[in-house]
């Protein structure tokens, strides 16, 4: 039977999901159910004085009115983030743990404010009434009183001498502090530089607005005294350790379930307030509540993500190789810290596919009174690939060499690698990836294309830029497969889809170690009772450790099975032979099936646990040409080009479709998306999409992509991940484009977002 592994297997999931039966949060609806709404505060840093609701309480349909008073006289407690999380790189010691800075631990975010408001929009009470409508009419009603006090949006700004400190205890605001690599072998390679390019700039906040706003569903069983939570997620038990925690309940009386999920890229990871409030909200009145986010409650409460203010130089000699490199990166954190892994991928990353001998990195994570900041599709991957790429780009103008030359000169050579970061690469083709993307695109013909658009008036660009990622994320995950008498194959596991294709793609892996066709098995997650661990989808995980478990859990029922047979046809294990779903005795015509087997001795199972990350290294090389009318700075995205080396490729129809997601995503951050707040008050400026820009289709050329597979040795399958590829070179490629564009008028550099007002004050302002 030939293996679905390497075959564009159509979508078994997009049947239901295009016909309108798919499974969201909020298409959940339970007998009896009542609805919440939040009042959020106005301001973005004020002592809360008190909390009138008695007008509110006579609207009609309230059942109940909640405040942080409320719930703190309950003996709940804050939300645990664990920002720090499993990282092996300690970046959190000031605040997580006996440090060098004089700072006690911040105190755990509580889901309702009790004393103290730290960015627009943080709840601070919680209506429950019959209908959505009467409990927004009757939030409107709530009248807080504040004092309002200073408030800081930048990070830079909340570090300045004199700032507010956001915590009490804290001097300051600066949270974590951190460095990776030799400073001393930095120096001294800057000291014996022919040349060094020095380079500044800001990696703006976005929002990362997935396709379904935020919803979920809370129910307390009295009975039982048990708590069932219905909401997306991107990992089941990281909502379900978060609303334990918070509830101080025993995890055996917490039950999450995850549907399917519009669209996840890091912003459904964390457990939010509003989770362990419909929870303790059903308790009070004795009913399911269920809540629904708008859009512009969205704006205001989903988690933000990347603005990183980075300070780089990059050493060179006469010859235009490497020597140094050194990196100094302020992340804003928001007004809690929900997730340091940005950090410790900026530490790690800094080198990309390039033979740097040395290089210092340093980071520090500051508290402002902004929406927290947790991590977006890349997670500090495309921050550090940004900085490392445009100084390239800036040194190869400053020494006149050719860019994509300078690049191959010092690309890593010979493999495995121990960067000066101290991590090991032990596979890519990296002058590979450079060089087919630079022909896909066409680089060397491009003066061609140049001198063309220059004669109708435009200004043609072209950019290029290589990328590595390190995949990490949570360690942990289990999977359980049962065959089945009735001909089927069930796969429960940890990891969970959020539109990736997780139902095809175990499937596929499942079905090609058994043998089986791919409609015989049945792919299950998203139920902390079903799956009872697990570490969810992020950071390029699910197929590498969910892949690693579902090929050792087959081997294992293919052992088990042989076991079996052997005694069923009277003959030795040794001599049984499986293949395409049976058992036979070899040289023989006796065999029998796989679920003739299930039927007689009860179904075969096999569990496979694993508790480790997996070494492996995406990497990749992305090309990308635009065109500028000087007049009013307007853009065209006119070609972009990807090679990616993701590792084996399961369903390259997938993997294509997750590169154009991560690649717009990119895009959009590139040429429009940026969330800003008002300086001095912190006031969320962007807070609809009549101020915060997406990028739409016709935004977007149709994108050529390869993939060049190269396989990871960590792993059975050699799998590397995909989920990140398209987005963490894009905004490079990009910016590096409009930058040689835009090279003519002396323009040096140009931030995020490239929009035209941006580009057209950049050719008249150079």
Not at 390 to 415: G, V
Request: overall charge negative.
């Amino acid at each position: 039977m030939d293996s679905l592994i390497g075959q564009s297997v159509p979508r078994t999931e997009d049947r239901r999901l295009l016909t309108g039966l798919g499974r969201f949060a909020d298409d959940l609806h339970l007998p009896g159910q009542v609805h919440a709404a939040f009042v959020r505060s106005v301001h973005a840093h004020a002592k809360v004085l008190a909390v009138d609701v008695e007008r509110a309480r006579r609207a009609p349909g309230v059942l109940a009115i909640l405040t942080g008073h409320d719930y703190a006289a309950d003996g709940l407690g804050g939300l645990n983030h664990m920002p720090a999380g499993v990282d092996h790189l300690d970046i959190s010691k000031p605040a997580f743990g006996p440090g060098t800075l004089p700072h006690e631990p911040l105190p755990l975010q509580m889901p309702l404010a009790v004393d103290r408001v730290r960015h627009v929009g943080e709840a601070v009470a919680m209506v429950v009434a019959r209908t959505a409508e009467e409990a927004r009419d009757a939030a409107e009603l709530v009248e807080p009183r504040y004092e309002a006090l200073p408030a800081v949006s930048d990070a830079l700004e909340a570090l300045a001498p004199g700032a507010l400190a956001l915590w009490d205890g804290w001097p300051d605001n600066l949270l974590v502090r951190s460095s990776n690599g030799d400073r001393g072998a930095t120096d001294a390679a800057f000291a014996r530089a022919h040349r060094v390019v020095r380079f500044t700039s800001r990696n703006q906040r976005v929002c990362p607005m997935p396709l379904e706003p935020r919803a979920a569903l809370g129910v307390h069983d009295p009975g039982s005294d048990g708590y069932t939570l219905y909401s997306a997620s991107q990992g089941v038990h990281r909502h379900k350790n978060g609303v334990v925690g918070a509830l101080r309940v025993p995890h055996s009386r917490v039950r999450v379930v995850t549907g399917d999920v519009g669209g996840g890229f890091g912003v459904r990871s964390p457990c939010y307030p509003e989770y362990p409030l419909l929870l303790w909200a059903s308790r009070r009145v004795a009913l399911p509540v269920k809540w629904t986010a708008t859009r512009a409650e969205s704006f205001l409460s989903d988690f933000q993500a990347r603005e990183i203010h980075a300070e780089a130089a990059l050493a060179l000699d006469a010859a235009g190789r490497f020597l140094g490199l050194t990196i100094d990166y302020v992340g804003n954190l928001g007004s809690h810290p929900v997730s340091f892994a940005v950090l410790a991928n900026l530490l790690r990353m800094a080198g990309g596919v390039y033979d740097i001998p040395a290089i210092h990195v340093g980071v520090r994570g500051v508290v402002t009174n902004t929406l927290p900041v947790g991590v977006y599709r890349g997670a500090g991957r495309p921050e550090a690939t940004f900085v490392l790429e445009r100084l390239i780009d800036l040194a190869a103008s400053e020494m006149t060499l050719d860019r994509a030359e300078l690049r191959q000169r010092n690309l890593i050579a010979a493999l495995p690698y121990r960067s000066a970061l101290g991590h090991c690469y032990d596979s890519g083709a990296f002058a590979d990836n450079l060089a087919t993307a630079l022909g896909l695109i066409d680089w060397a013909g491009f003066q061609v294309r140049r001198d063309e658009a220059a004669a109708r008036g435009r200004l043609a660009g072209i950019g290029v830029a290589n990328y590595l990622e390190s995949p990490t994320g949570m360690p942990t995950e289990r999977t359980d497969l049962r065959v089945l008498p009735e001909g089927r194959v069930t796969v429960v596991i940890g990891t969970q889809a959020s539109g990736q294709g997780h139902e095809t793609v175990f499937a596929q892996v499942v079905a090609s170690q058994l043998q089986i066709p791919l409609d015989q098995v049945a792919v299950m997650f998203g139920d902390s009772d079903l799956a009872v661990s697990g570490g969810g989808s992020h950071s390029d995980r699910s197929m590498r450790l969910g892949g690693t478990i579902l090929v050792r859990a087959s081997d294992t029922i293919i052992a088990r099975g042989r076991d079996r047979a052997a005694n069923a046809l009277e003959a030795a294990a040794s001599d049984i032979v499986y293949e395409a779903g049976r058992f036979t005795v070899a040289g023989t015509d006796r065999s029998i099936g796989l679920y003739e087997l299930a039927a007689q001795g009860g179904p075969l199972a096999a569990t496979e646990e694993i508790g480790q990350r997996l070494h492996a290294h995406p990497t990749g090389a992305a090309a990308c040409e635009i065109e500028i009318d000087p007049e009013t700075g307007a853009l065209t995205l006119a070609r972009y080009v990807t090679v990616d080396d993701v590792g084996r490729v399961i369903n390259p129809m997938i993997v294509a479709g997750q590169v154009h997601g991560g690649i717009a995503q990119s895009v959009g951050q590139a040429l429009m998306e940026t969330c800003v707040y008002g300086a001095g008050s912190a006031q969320l400026v962007t807070g609809s999409f009549l101020d915060y820009a997406m990028p739409r289709a016709d935004d977007l050329p149709s994108f050529a992509t390869a993939n060049n597979e190269t396989l990871a040795a960590s792993n059975p399958l050699g799998i590397k991940g995909a989920g990140e590829c398209g987005t963490t070179p894009a905004t490079a490629a990009v910016i590096n484009a409009i930058a040689d564009a835009l090279a003519r008028h002396g323009v040096r550099h140009i931030e995020m977002p490239a929009t035209p007002e941006r580009i057209w004050r950049a050719i008249r302002g150079a």
